[in-house]
């Protein structure tokens, strides 16, 4: 599956049952390729127990390029541990019309 540039997909991400993600201080999503990087995080999400929910805009899916673009969720507790995901690789596809829609 690929994500077409302009779209506004909303990815699901899941993490193990072992990790509960309501307990976490601060949860990050970060999409990257190259220099390329777009991290959301707090009202940018929706957090449950083991998943999280990513909504991307158009001018977000626009900022790739065709190729793979890597995904990964870091998260802190108020103890000051840090737990992450494995990076998961996501293909991009280009679009003729780059531009934002109204």
Known sequence: MA???????????TVPETVDLTEAV???ATFSQGHQDIT??????T????????????EDTLSFVKGSVMV????TY???SRGATYKVCIEWDD?????VLQ
């Open 78 to 80: 108020a103890d000051g």
């Open 95 to 99: 679009n003729l019309l780059k531009k």
């Open 40 to 45: 959301k995080t707090g009202d940018e999400i």
């Open 47 to 58: 957090v449950r127990a083991h998943e999280v929910d990513v909504y991307l805009s158009q």
């Open 3 to 13: 994500i077409i540039q302009g779209v506004t997909p909303t990815f699901t991400l």
């Open 72 to 75: 990964e969720m870091n998260w």
């Open 26 to 28: 601060n949860v990050y």
